[in-house]
């Protein structure tokens, strides 16, 4: 037996199943920032680009949380 053999099975994860709650989790976490797009892809258990598809629609339905300020341009947080 080679002890420098690699076992391949060490680098598989399990698949993570896709819900919705994981889904919602993942893009309110990238919306703050608390959460990169290959982390939040990986939490859903989606591709990268899938992940993009599904933030880019929860950007256009949920409102954003800041207003813009007119008197000095900058943002009320």
């Known amino acids: 037996m080679n002890p ?3 076992k ?3 680098f598989l994860k399990d698949p ?8 919602q989790e993942a ?6 920032c608390k959460m990169t ?5 990986e939490h859903c258990g989606m591709t990268q680009k899938e992940m993009k ?5 929860y ?5 954003a949380n800041y207003g813009i300020n007119q008197d000095d341009s900058t ?3």
């Open 4 to 6: 420098y053999q690699i």
């Open 8 to 10: 391949y099975s060490m």
């Open 16 to 23: 993570v199943k896709t819900t919705p709650q994981n889904v």
């Open 27 to 32: 893009n309110e976490s990238l919306f703050y």
């Open 37 to 41: 797009l290959p982390a939040a892809a």
């Open 53 to 57: 598809m599904t933030f880019t629609e």
């Open 59 to 63: 950007l256009k339905y949920n409102p």
């Open 75 to 77: 943002l009320d947080i």
